[in-house]
C-alpha cells in the first residue's frame, strides 16, 4: 500500500514541472513589471486589438445631417438613423457581447444642429424587436419616442421638432424593458449649438457607458466611449494652449453616478450645457443616469495627462484615458 | 441434427443482435441529423477555478473548462478588477482541459480575495478565496516537517491503540466480542465521516459536472465491492497458508484505516497549504487523539494471537503512514477531485472491513449478532468516535 501512495505522491508532485519549453512572450502589468510567459497574454489593456467600433473616429465625428433651407428662411435638417439588435461586437480583447445600434454602433452618431433648426429624423428599425428614439429636450408629445412604438424588420417612424435649447443632451431607445434596451447600447448623443455658436475649439464627445456582459445587472466593463482602456493604449492627441471642449454624456446603467476626473488641470464645467456661464471650475464632477455637461480647458504643459472616473472601480475596469499634449504645432487661433 | 444445431445458433446470435438494431434505431431518432426532439438550447461555457495559489508578487488560479463546450479565455481579474495576465499553455480550453492564469499582483497576507476569469462571451466566474497565504514550496524542510506531522498524527496514535491488546488478550469471549463490535462502532463512524468529508469537498470546491456526491457513492461503493472481492480471496487464502484469519482480518482493518488516514493527511496538509494555521493545528490535536481508537481496532481481532508483536508494528505502519503521504499530497499538490476520491476509497474500504469483522463475530457466535455485547460494543465505539471527534 505505502508504495503506492508514494506513486500517487511523487506523481502529483512533478506532474505540473513536465511541459514543453515554448518561446516566451512578455507583457507590462498596471504598475509596469515587465513578466514574462511560455502561454498567452490576457490583457485589456496594452494589447492592440481589431475592435469593429473605432473609438478615435467616434471621439471627433459630428452628423449635420443633409441641410437645407425652407422657404420661411429655417434651417431644415434630415437624419436617417437605422436600428438593429444582431450585432455581435468585440467590445473587449476576446469578448464578444450583442450590440443593439442606431446606425450600426454603440453610440449611435452625434447629430449636431443649431437652437431653432428644424430636424426631420428618419428612423428605421431593422431590428427583430420593437425600438423608438426618446430625444431630451423640448418638442411635441407625439416626438417623445415613447408611446409611438416603432416595430422591428423595417418599422418607420418621421421624428420631426425644432431643435432646442442649446446644451448637450442624450437620445435613446425608449421601448420597456428600458435598462435592457439602453444597456444593450441604443443611445447617442445630440448636441444643439447656441444661435450665437461658442469659442473656436478642438471639440469632442465622450459617452460614458458600460457594458454588464454577464447579464447579472452588474458592469463588467466601463468606459469612455464604448471600449474599456482604449484611450490609456491610444492617447487623445490635443495642441498645448488650444481650447479643449469637451462634451459629456453619462449612460451607464446599474451604476447610481459615475463621474470625470482630469488630471494637471481643471475645467469649466456648463451642466448640460444649457448656461453660458460655467458653473464650476474644478477637476471633477460627478454625474448621475443621462446627466451630461460641457467642459473646457487649455493645458499649458505638454506631457501626458490621466482622465478617469474616480469611482476607481470603473477606471479598473476600464474607464481610464491619457490625453497626449504635444507642443503647439498646428493650432488654430 | 447437424442443421438443427446450425439453425439453432444463427437464432442465438441474431436474437442477440436483433435488439441492437432498435437501439442504433432509438439513436438515431433521438440524436440523428434532423431530430427534432432533443433541443437544450444554447450550450453555455463553464469554467472552474480549482485552486488559487499566492506567490511572490503573483496570484496563480488553476482553471478547469467543466463546461460542455470549448471556451476561450478573455480576461483575468483580481477583486473584480481587471488585471493583465498572463494563461499558459493557451487561452483556449476544450472539455475538462486545465490551464494556470497568471495575475501579476502585490497581494496582502491574510487579507480575503476574489479571483475572477472571464471567458468570450463576457460571463464572469469567480472564487472566493478566505485569507491570503503564501504558497507551500516543496521544500525538503516542508516535507520533514509534514513526515513528523504524519507521524504524529497517523503512526503514533495508531501505536499507543495497539497497547491495549494485552488487555484484550486477558478477557473473556463475550469481552472480547465487545470488543470486536466495538472496532465495528469505531469504523462504521469512521466510514460515515469519510463521506461527509468528501462531500463536503466535493460541494466547496468540485465543479458541478463532476456530480460530487455521485462520484462518492460510486467510488465508495466500487472500492467496497473491489476490497471485498480482494479480501474474501485473502480469507481463502489465509485458510492454507501462515497467514491466520485474524491477521487477514486486522490487516484488511489496517488497509481501511490507512486510507482514511491518507484522507486525514490530506486535510491537515491543505489547511496548511492555504495557511489556516489555527484549524490545522486543531485538526492535528483532534485527529491525534481519536487515532488511537484505530490501534484498538486493529487490535482486538489479533488478540487470540501469538507473536503479533512485529505485524502488529507493520499493521500500525500500513494505518498510520498514510497520514504522511496525505500531507504532502494535500500541502504541496492539492487538488480537491484526487481528495474526494481518496476520502471514497477509504469509506468503501472501511465498510468492508465492518462486514469482514461482522461476519467473524457472527460465526463465533452461531449466528447471533444480537447479543448485549454486540450491541453496546457498536454503541460505545460510535460514542466515542462522536467524543473525540467533537474535539475536531
Ligand atoms: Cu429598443
Redesign the pocket.
Known sequence: MIPVFMIFAFYFIFSEGISAQQEDQTFVTHTGAVVKTSGEVLDPVYQVSEVEFDPDKYLREFNYGRVSTLENGQTLREFTII?E?DRVQEISPGVFYNV?TFNGTVPGPTLRATEGDLLKINFINN?S????MHFHGIHPAEMDGVFEIVGGNGGRFTYEFEAGPAGVHPYH???MPLEE?IS?G?YGVFIVDPKEGRPAADEMVMVLNGFDTDFDTENNFYAANTIPFYYQHHPIQINKDELIRVYVVNMVEFDPINNLHLHGNLYQYYPTGTDIIPSEFTDMITLSQTERGIMEFKYQYPGKYLFHAHKVEFSEKGWVGIFLVKDNIGIKE | MELDNNKSKVKVVVSGIIPFFFIILMMAYIFGPGAGLLDFGVALPEITIEKVDFIESEIQATIRNTGPIPVEIAMADVNDRIQPSAIEPDRFLERYETALVRIPFEWNEAEPYAIGITVEDGTRFEKQIEAAAPALEPTLDLAIFFAIIGTYVGIIPVMIGLLWLPFIKKINKSKYHFFLALTVGLLLFLGIDSIEEAIEVSKENLADVFNGILLVATVTALSFLGLYYAGEKLLKKSESSRLTKPVAIALMISIGIGLHNFGEGLAIGAAVGIGSIAFSTFLIVGFALHNTTEGIAIAAPMSRERKVIGKLAIMGMIAGSPAIFGAWVGGFVYSPFSSVVFLSIGAGAIFQVIIIILNMIRVECNNNLSSAAVVSGISVGMVVMYLTGILI
Open positions: 436600428a439588435d443593439w431590428g424587436k420593437e425600438h423608438t431607445c425608449h421601448v434596451h444593450h441604443l
